[in-house]
Protein backbone atom coordinates (compact mmCIF):
# COMPACT_ATOMS: atom_id res chain seq x y z
CA UNK A 1 0.00 0.00 0.00
CA UNK A 2 1.54 3.53 -1.20
CA UNK A 3 1.75 6.07 1.71
CA UNK A 4 0.22 4.04 4.49
CA UNK A 5 -1.47 5.62 7.46
CA UNK A 6 -0.08 3.60 10.03
CA UNK A 7 3.50 1.60 9.68
CA UNK A 8 4.19 -1.61 11.99
CA UNK A 9 7.50 -2.66 13.35
CA UNK A 10 7.60 -6.19 14.47
CA UNK A 11 9.95 -7.91 16.75
CA UNK A 12 10.43 -11.10 18.22
CA UNK A 13 10.75 -12.29 21.71
CA UNK A 14 12.38 -16.11 21.55
CA UNK A 15 11.71 -18.48 24.77
CA UNK A 16 14.80 -20.41 25.31
CA UNK A 17 14.45 -24.28 24.55
CA UNK A 18 15.02 -26.35 27.51
CA UNK A 19 18.27 -27.94 28.02
CA UNK A 20 18.88 -31.88 27.42
CA UNK A 21 22.39 -31.88 28.96
CA UNK A 22 20.96 -33.77 32.49
CA UNK A 23 18.90 -36.29 30.20
CA UNK A 24 22.03 -37.37 28.16
CA UNK A 25 24.53 -40.35 28.65
CA UNK A 26 26.55 -42.64 27.20
CA UNK A 27 27.10 -46.27 28.01
CA UNK A 28 31.49 -46.71 27.10
CA UNK A 29 31.96 -49.58 25.11
CA UNK A 30 35.57 -50.91 23.57
CA UNK A 31 35.46 -53.17 20.79
CA UNK A 32 31.78 -54.31 21.52
CA UNK A 33 30.50 -52.19 18.51
CA UNK A 34 31.20 -52.48 14.60
CA UNK A 35 31.17 -48.45 15.12
CA UNK A 36 34.05 -46.08 14.03
CA UNK A 37 36.12 -45.54 16.89
CA UNK A 38 34.68 -41.73 19.04
CA UNK A 39 31.26 -42.73 17.23
CA UNK A 40 27.97 -41.98 19.34
CA UNK A 41 25.15 -44.10 18.30
CA UNK A 42 21.78 -43.40 20.41
CA UNK A 43 19.37 -46.53 21.47
CA UNK A 44 15.92 -45.77 22.20
CA UNK A 45 15.37 -49.57 22.52
CA UNK A 46 16.89 -52.82 23.68
CA UNK A 47 16.91 -54.25 20.00
CA UNK A 48 18.66 -51.25 18.35
CA UNK A 49 21.63 -52.40 19.85
CA UNK A 50 21.57 -55.49 17.62
CA UNK A 51 23.17 -54.57 14.15
CA UNK A 52 25.58 -52.48 15.92
CA UNK A 53 27.03 -55.29 17.97
CA UNK A 54 30.47 -57.29 17.21
CA UNK A 55 30.61 -60.62 15.82
CA UNK A 56 32.03 -63.57 16.22
CA UNK A 57 35.67 -64.21 14.66
CA UNK A 58 37.44 -67.60 13.62
CA UNK A 59 40.01 -69.86 15.04
CA UNK A 60 42.11 -71.44 12.73
CA UNK A 61 44.51 -73.45 15.68
CA UNK A 62 45.00 -73.49 19.09
CA UNK A 63 47.75 -74.99 21.19
CA UNK A 64 48.55 -75.51 25.04
CA UNK A 65 52.07 -75.11 25.86
CA UNK A 66 53.33 -74.39 29.56
CA UNK A 67 49.92 -73.44 30.67
CA UNK A 68 49.62 -70.78 28.11
CA UNK A 69 47.33 -71.38 24.88
CA UNK A 70 48.43 -70.09 21.88
CA UNK A 71 45.58 -69.21 19.52
CA UNK A 72 45.76 -68.66 15.81
CA UNK A 73 42.90 -66.38 14.36
CA UNK A 74 41.56 -67.11 10.21
CA UNK A 75 41.94 -63.38 9.11
CA UNK A 76 43.38 -60.82 11.71
CA UNK A 77 41.57 -59.55 14.66
CA UNK A 78 42.64 -55.97 14.20
CA UNK A 79 43.20 -56.01 18.20
CA UNK A 80 46.29 -53.72 19.48
CA UNK A 81 49.17 -56.14 19.90
CA UNK A 82 50.94 -55.63 23.42
CA UNK A 83 47.78 -55.20 24.62
CA UNK A 84 45.51 -57.41 27.33
CA UNK A 85 41.92 -57.87 26.47
CA UNK A 86 39.47 -59.72 27.41
CA UNK A 87 38.33 -62.41 24.92
CA UNK A 88 35.52 -64.70 25.24
CA UNK A 89 36.90 -68.50 23.23
CA UNK A 90 33.42 -70.26 22.43
CA UNK A 91 33.19 -74.19 20.76
CA UNK A 92 35.96 -75.65 21.43
CA UNK A 93 36.37 -79.06 21.33
CA UNK A 94 37.73 -80.31 24.27
CA UNK A 95 35.84 -78.24 25.50
CA UNK A 96 37.95 -76.68 28.62
CA UNK A 97 39.55 -74.38 26.21
CA UNK A 98 36.29 -72.46 26.45
CA UNK A 99 35.73 -69.56 28.60
CA UNK A 100 36.15 -65.53 29.42
CA UNK A 101 40.49 -65.02 29.38
CA UNK A 102 42.21 -61.88 29.60
CA UNK A 103 44.06 -62.35 26.76
CA UNK A 104 47.66 -60.94 25.62
CA UNK A 105 47.55 -59.78 22.14
CA UNK A 106 50.50 -60.68 20.62
CA UNK A 107 50.59 -60.40 16.70
CA UNK A 108 47.79 -59.21 13.87
CA UNK A 109 46.49 -62.82 13.91
CA UNK A 110 47.70 -64.06 17.14
CA UNK A 111 46.92 -63.89 20.79
CA UNK A 112 47.72 -65.78 24.01
CA UNK A 113 45.84 -66.78 27.50
CA UNK A 114 46.99 -68.58 30.91
CA UNK A 115 45.30 -71.90 31.37
CA UNK A 116 46.64 -74.30 34.27
CA UNK A 117 45.69 -77.36 32.81
CA UNK A 118 46.05 -79.43 29.37
CA UNK A 119 42.82 -79.70 28.03
CA UNK A 120 44.32 -82.34 25.29
CA UNK A 121 44.68 -81.36 21.63
CA UNK A 122 42.22 -79.34 20.25
CA UNK A 123 39.97 -81.40 17.48
CA UNK A 124 37.18 -78.64 16.51
CA UNK A 125 38.29 -75.39 16.15
CA UNK A 126 35.78 -72.12 17.70
CA UNK A 127 35.20 -68.95 17.78
CA UNK A 128 36.87 -65.69 19.51
CA UNK A 129 34.58 -62.79 20.55
CA UNK A 130 35.18 -59.20 22.28
CA UNK A 131 33.92 -59.69 25.79
CA UNK A 132 32.84 -56.31 25.51
CA UNK A 133 30.25 -57.55 23.74
CA UNK A 134 28.65 -59.43 26.41
CA UNK A 135 29.51 -56.58 28.67
CA UNK A 136 27.63 -54.34 26.72
CA UNK A 137 24.35 -56.03 25.95
CA UNK A 138 23.95 -56.93 29.55
CA UNK A 139 24.55 -53.12 30.31
CA UNK A 140 21.40 -52.95 27.79
CA UNK A 141 19.52 -55.12 29.22
CA UNK A 142 19.56 -53.34 32.41
CA UNK A 143 19.20 -50.09 31.37
CA UNK A 144 16.21 -50.44 29.27
CA UNK A 145 14.76 -52.72 32.45
CA UNK A 146 14.28 -49.56 34.32
CA UNK A 147 11.51 -48.87 32.02
CA UNK A 148 11.66 -47.14 28.55
CA UNK A 149 10.78 -43.72 28.41
CA UNK A 150 15.20 -42.30 28.49
CA UNK A 151 17.37 -43.07 25.62
CA UNK A 152 21.09 -43.68 25.99
CA UNK A 153 24.48 -43.59 23.46
CA UNK A 154 26.81 -45.81 23.35
CA UNK A 155 30.45 -44.43 22.86
CA UNK A 156 32.56 -46.99 21.11
CA UNK A 157 36.27 -46.48 22.23
CA UNK A 158 38.13 -49.30 20.03
CA UNK A 159 39.27 -52.39 20.82
CA UNK A 160 41.90 -52.13 23.62
CA UNK A 161 42.74 -52.28 27.50
CA UNK A 162 41.23 -50.24 30.07
CA UNK A 163 44.75 -47.48 30.16
CA UNK A 164 44.07 -47.17 26.55
CA UNK A 165 40.21 -46.57 27.16
CA UNK A 166 40.55 -44.13 29.92
CA UNK A 167 43.12 -42.21 27.58
CA UNK A 168 40.16 -42.43 24.46
CA UNK A 169 37.75 -40.84 26.51
CA UNK A 170 39.53 -38.03 27.76
CA UNK A 171 40.17 -37.22 24.41
CA UNK A 172 36.63 -37.39 23.48
CA UNK A 173 36.26 -35.08 26.40
CA UNK A 174 38.59 -32.74 25.39
CA UNK A 175 37.41 -32.44 22.25
CA UNK A 176 33.69 -32.31 23.28
CA UNK A 177 32.96 -31.06 25.72
CA UNK A 178 29.49 -30.92 27.89
CA UNK A 179 27.73 -32.88 25.64
CA UNK A 180 27.53 -36.10 27.82
CA UNK A 181 26.51 -35.60 31.33
CA UNK A 182 26.96 -38.91 32.83
CA UNK A 183 29.00 -41.81 31.36
CA UNK A 184 28.70 -45.58 32.47
CA UNK A 185 32.04 -47.03 32.33
CA UNK A 186 33.55 -50.86 31.63
CA UNK A 187 33.83 -53.15 34.34
CA UNK A 188 37.85 -53.16 33.71
CA UNK A 189 38.43 -49.35 34.46
CA UNK A 190 37.46 -50.44 38.11
CA UNK A 191 40.95 -51.56 38.71
CA UNK A 192 42.77 -48.53 36.56
CA UNK A 193 44.87 -46.07 38.30
CA UNK A 194 44.06 -43.82 34.94
CA UNK A 195 40.92 -44.03 35.45
CA UNK A 196 40.83 -42.36 39.26
CA UNK A 197 42.44 -39.19 37.90
CA UNK A 198 40.50 -38.64 35.50
CA UNK A 199 37.86 -38.22 37.74
CA UNK A 200 39.54 -35.93 39.59
CA UNK A 201 39.90 -33.91 37.07
CA UNK A 202 36.53 -33.35 36.73
CA UNK A 203 36.05 -32.81 40.71
CA UNK A 204 35.28 -28.75 40.20
CA UNK A 205 31.59 -27.75 40.87
CA UNK A 206 31.09 -26.41 37.45
CA UNK A 207 32.46 -29.89 35.55
CA UNK A 208 28.86 -30.95 35.15
CA UNK A 209 30.40 -34.57 34.19
CA UNK A 210 29.70 -38.00 35.99
CA UNK A 211 31.01 -41.39 35.59
CA UNK A 212 29.21 -44.73 37.25
CA UNK A 213 31.52 -47.55 38.05
CA UNK A 214 30.79 -51.04 38.67
CA UNK A 215 33.02 -51.94 41.88
CA UNK A 216 34.16 -55.25 44.53
CA UNK A 217 34.48 -55.34 47.87
CA UNK A 218 38.46 -55.81 47.05
CA UNK A 219 39.01 -52.24 44.98
CA UNK A 220 35.87 -49.95 46.37
CA UNK A 221 38.68 -48.52 48.52
CA UNK A 222 40.36 -47.35 45.35
CA UNK A 223 38.10 -44.47 45.22
CA UNK A 224 38.20 -41.39 47.78
CA UNK A 225 35.61 -38.99 49.36
CA UNK A 226 37.36 -36.17 47.46
CA UNK A 227 35.91 -38.00 43.85
CA UNK A 228 32.74 -35.94 43.43
CA UNK A 229 32.38 -36.64 39.96
CA UNK A 230 32.85 -40.75 41.03
CA UNK A 231 29.48 -42.89 41.63
CA UNK A 232 29.76 -45.78 42.36
CA UNK A 233 28.29 -49.08 43.23
CA UNK A 234 29.53 -52.31 44.74
CA UNK A 235 27.65 -55.70 43.35
CA UNK A 236 25.90 -58.36 45.37
CA UNK A 237 28.60 -61.69 45.56
CA UNK A 238 27.81 -63.79 42.63
CA UNK A 239 25.84 -61.49 40.56
CA UNK A 240 27.02 -60.50 37.42
CA UNK A 241 23.92 -58.35 36.12
CA UNK A 242 25.79 -54.79 35.85
CA UNK A 243 23.95 -53.37 38.56
CA UNK A 244 25.36 -49.59 38.15
CA UNK A 245 23.33 -49.30 35.40
CA UNK A 246 20.61 -49.47 37.28
CA UNK A 247 21.46 -46.19 39.36
CA UNK A 248 22.76 -44.43 35.67
CA UNK A 249 19.29 -44.94 34.47
CA UNK A 250 18.56 -43.43 37.49
CA UNK A 251 20.17 -40.37 36.98
CA UNK A 252 19.20 -39.67 33.13
CA UNK A 253 15.46 -40.54 34.13
CA UNK A 254 14.70 -37.16 35.81
CA UNK A 255 12.45 -34.93 33.85
CA UNK A 256 11.83 -32.12 36.27
CA UNK A 257 8.34 -30.20 35.69
CA UNK A 258 5.93 -28.94 38.57
CA UNK A 259 4.22 -31.95 39.01
CA UNK A 260 7.04 -34.30 37.98
CA UNK A 261 9.49 -33.25 40.92
CA UNK A 262 13.00 -34.49 41.04
CA UNK A 263 13.08 -37.28 43.68
CA UNK A 264 15.95 -38.45 45.42
CA UNK A 265 18.19 -40.94 44.24
CA UNK A 266 17.93 -43.45 47.78
CA UNK A 267 15.63 -45.51 48.17
CA UNK A 268 14.97 -45.39 44.17
CA UNK A 269 13.34 -48.64 42.93
CA UNK A 270 15.17 -50.67 40.45
CA UNK A 271 14.56 -53.19 38.33
CA UNK A 272 15.86 -56.63 36.71
CA UNK A 273 18.80 -56.32 39.84
CA UNK A 274 20.33 -58.58 42.12
CA UNK A 275 19.88 -57.35 46.15
CA UNK A 276 22.61 -56.97 48.36
CA UNK A 277 21.96 -60.08 50.88
CA UNK A 278 21.35 -58.72 54.75
CA UNK A 279 22.28 -62.34 56.36
CA UNK A 280 25.66 -62.24 57.87
CA UNK A 281 26.40 -59.29 55.64
CA UNK A 282 25.66 -56.64 58.26
CA UNK A 283 28.86 -55.43 59.19
CA UNK A 284 30.10 -55.35 54.96
CA UNK A 285 26.64 -53.55 54.29
CA UNK A 286 27.54 -50.71 57.13
CA UNK A 287 31.41 -50.17 55.86
CA UNK A 288 30.19 -49.56 52.44
CA UNK A 289 27.75 -47.00 53.56
CA UNK A 290 30.54 -45.33 55.14
CA UNK A 291 33.23 -45.22 52.12
CA UNK A 292 30.19 -43.61 50.34
CA UNK A 293 29.68 -46.78 48.05
CA UNK A 294 26.47 -47.42 46.80
CA UNK A 295 24.97 -51.21 46.49
CA UNK A 296 21.35 -52.85 45.64
CA UNK A 297 18.81 -53.29 48.83
CA UNK A 298 15.34 -54.25 49.05
CA UNK A 299 12.18 -51.85 50.55
CA UNK A 300 11.81 -55.04 53.16
CA UNK A 301 12.02 -52.41 56.57
CA UNK A 302 9.21 -50.68 55.08
CA UNK A 303 6.93 -53.69 54.18
CA UNK A 304 8.49 -53.37 50.31
CA UNK A 305 9.66 -56.23 48.26
CA UNK A 306 11.02 -54.16 45.28
CA UNK A 307 14.46 -53.56 44.82
CA UNK A 308 15.97 -50.00 45.89
CA UNK A 309 18.97 -47.78 45.70
CA UNK A 310 20.88 -47.65 48.90
CA UNK A 311 23.18 -45.01 49.67
CA UNK A 312 22.01 -42.96 46.57
CA UNK A 313 25.42 -40.55 46.67
CA UNK A 314 29.00 -39.57 44.76
CA UNK A 315 32.02 -41.21 46.23
CA UNK A 316 32.56 -37.27 48.29
CA UNK A 317 29.24 -38.52 49.80
CA UNK A 318 27.00 -35.63 48.83
CA UNK A 319 23.57 -37.19 47.36
CA UNK A 320 22.79 -37.69 43.86
CA UNK A 321 20.34 -34.77 43.83
CA UNK A 322 22.71 -32.51 45.60
CA UNK A 323 24.72 -31.82 42.76
CA UNK A 324 21.92 -32.46 39.83
CA UNK A 325 20.80 -29.79 41.76
CA UNK A 326 23.72 -27.72 41.64
CA UNK A 327 24.19 -28.48 37.82
CA UNK A 328 20.68 -27.52 37.41
CA UNK A 329 20.79 -24.40 38.53
CA UNK A 330 24.10 -23.82 36.91
CA UNK A 331 22.54 -24.55 33.35
CA UNK A 332 19.09 -23.05 34.03
CA UNK A 333 20.39 -19.11 35.25
CA UNK A 334 22.99 -19.31 32.33
CA UNK A 335 20.42 -20.10 29.88
CA UNK A 336 17.74 -17.80 30.70
CA UNK A 337 19.69 -14.83 31.46
CA UNK A 338 21.30 -15.15 28.07
CA UNK A 339 17.64 -15.42 26.78
CA UNK A 340 17.30 -11.96 28.62
CA UNK A 341 20.23 -10.29 27.03
CA UNK A 342 19.82 -11.64 23.93
CA UNK A 343 16.35 -11.20 23.58
CA UNK A 344 16.66 -7.50 24.89
CA UNK A 345 18.93 -6.73 22.26
CA UNK A 346 16.67 -7.33 19.65
CA UNK A 347 13.85 -5.55 21.03
CA UNK A 348 13.46 -1.75 20.49
CA UNK A 349 10.26 -1.47 21.97
CA UNK A 350 12.34 -2.31 25.26
CA UNK A 351 15.55 -2.79 24.86
CA UNK A 352 18.02 -4.07 27.42
CA UNK A 353 20.44 -1.39 28.57
CA UNK A 354 23.00 -1.65 31.07
CA UNK A 355 21.51 0.21 34.04
CA UNK A 356 19.84 0.19 37.15
CA UNK A 357 16.58 -0.80 34.73
CA UNK A 358 18.58 -3.50 33.07
CA UNK A 359 20.07 -4.96 36.08
CA UNK A 360 16.58 -5.03 38.03
CA UNK A 361 15.12 -7.19 34.65
CA UNK A 362 18.91 -9.99 34.95
CA UNK A 363 17.96 -10.03 38.69
CA UNK A 364 13.70 -10.75 37.66
CA UNK A 365 15.29 -13.44 35.06
CA UNK A 366 17.43 -15.01 37.57
CA UNK A 367 14.75 -15.33 40.71
CA UNK A 368 12.24 -16.81 38.15
CA UNK A 369 14.80 -19.44 37.58
CA UNK A 370 14.71 -19.93 41.18
CA UNK A 371 11.61 -19.92 41.77
CA UNK A 372 10.96 -22.88 39.04
CA UNK A 373 13.81 -24.57 40.79
CA UNK A 374 11.97 -24.85 43.87
CA UNK A 375 8.41 -25.88 42.07
CA UNK A 376 11.25 -28.46 40.44
CA UNK A 377 11.78 -29.58 43.83
CA UNK A 378 15.59 -28.75 43.57
CA UNK A 379 16.19 -25.67 45.89
CA UNK A 380 14.75 -25.00 49.55
CA UNK A 381 12.82 -22.08 51.04
CA UNK A 382 11.40 -19.37 49.11
CA UNK A 383 12.92 -16.77 47.22
CA UNK A 384 13.76 -13.54 48.60
CA UNK A 385 15.74 -10.62 46.60
CA UNK A 386 18.12 -8.31 47.74
CA UNK A 387 20.27 -4.92 46.54
CA UNK A 388 22.87 -4.96 48.52
CA UNK A 389 26.65 -4.52 47.55
CA UNK A 390 28.56 -7.64 47.94
CA UNK A 391 30.17 -6.38 50.94
CA UNK A 392 26.99 -5.72 52.78
CA UNK A 393 25.19 -9.09 51.62
CA UNK A 394 28.16 -11.36 52.33
CA UNK A 395 27.74 -9.67 55.91
CA UNK A 396 23.85 -10.20 56.19
CA UNK A 397 24.71 -13.96 55.16
CA UNK A 398 26.92 -14.78 57.66
CA UNK A 399 24.53 -12.99 60.37
CA UNK A 400 21.71 -15.47 59.22
CA UNK A 401 19.86 -13.27 57.59
CA UNK A 402 18.57 -15.47 55.24
CA UNK A 403 18.57 -18.95 56.63
CA UNK A 404 16.42 -20.97 55.20
CA UNK A 405 15.53 -19.16 51.78
CA UNK A 406 16.65 -18.80 48.64
CA UNK A 407 18.34 -15.70 47.80
CA UNK A 408 18.94 -13.54 44.48
CA UNK A 409 20.93 -10.57 45.31
CA UNK A 410 21.86 -7.99 42.37
CA UNK A 411 24.42 -5.21 43.47
CA UNK A 412 23.07 -1.66 42.45
CA UNK A 413 23.96 0.28 39.07
CA UNK A 414 26.13 3.06 41.28
CA UNK A 415 27.81 0.53 43.88
CA UNK A 416 28.93 -1.73 41.11
CA UNK A 417 30.49 0.56 38.50
CA UNK A 418 32.38 2.71 41.65
CA UNK A 419 33.67 -0.39 42.53
CA UNK A 420 34.05 -1.80 39.03
CA UNK A 421 34.67 1.01 36.91
CA UNK A 422 36.20 -0.41 33.64
CA UNK A 423 33.43 -3.07 33.44
CA UNK A 424 30.82 -0.68 32.39
CA UNK A 425 32.80 0.07 29.40
CA UNK A 426 32.83 -3.66 28.17
CA UNK A 427 29.37 -4.30 29.04
CA UNK A 428 30.33 -6.57 31.65
CA UNK A 429 27.94 -7.37 35.08
CA UNK A 430 29.27 -9.60 38.23
CA UNK A 431 27.09 -8.25 40.77
CA UNK A 432 24.37 -10.99 40.48
CA UNK A 433 24.65 -13.30 43.22
CA UNK A 434 22.51 -16.55 44.08
CA UNK A 435 22.73 -18.74 47.62
CA UNK A 436 19.92 -21.34 47.86
CA UNK A 437 20.07 -25.07 49.63
CA UNK A 438 19.84 -28.05 47.32
CA UNK A 439 16.26 -30.44 48.29
CA UNK A 440 17.63 -33.47 49.52
CA UNK A 441 15.33 -36.04 51.13
CA UNK A 442 15.69 -38.40 54.61
CA UNK A 443 18.03 -40.77 54.63
CA UNK A 444 17.83 -42.17 58.65
CA UNK A 445 14.46 -41.68 61.37
CA UNK A 446 15.59 -41.65 64.88
CA UNK A 447 12.12 -42.42 67.09
CA UNK A 448 12.61 -41.97 70.63
CA UNK A 449 10.00 -44.79 72.46
CA UNK A 450 9.13 -44.90 76.06
CA UNK A 451 7.92 -47.75 77.76
CA UNK A 452 6.04 -47.07 80.83
CA UNK A 453 3.91 -48.90 83.59
CA UNK A 454 2.32 -45.61 84.62
CA UNK A 455 -0.82 -44.78 83.05
Aim: charged share 10%; hydrophobic share 40%; with cysteine.
Amino acid sequence: MANPIVTTNVTQTVAPAPSTLQRTGAIISQGGTTTDDGTLSLITQESDLTSLLETTHAITSMSWSGGTVTVATTSPHGLPVGQTISLTIAGVTPTAYNGTYDCAITGASAFTYALASNPGSVTVQGTYINHAVAELAAQINTFFAQGSSVSVYVLELGPGDAEAGVTALDTFLTANPGIIYCFAVPDSWDSESTFKTLIDDYASLTAKTYFFARSTLGTYSGYTDQMKAAFVLVNAPATSEPDVIACFWKALSYNPTSSNLVTPMTFSYVYGVTPYPTFNNGSTLTALLAANMNYIGTGAEGGISTSIIRNGTLADGNAWNYYYSIDWVQINAELNLANEVINGSNNPAAPLFYNQSGINRLQARAVSTMQTAISYGLALGNVVTTQLTQADFVAAYERGDFAGSVVVNAVPFTSYTSLNPSDYSQGRYGGISIVYAPQLGFTEIIVNINATQVV
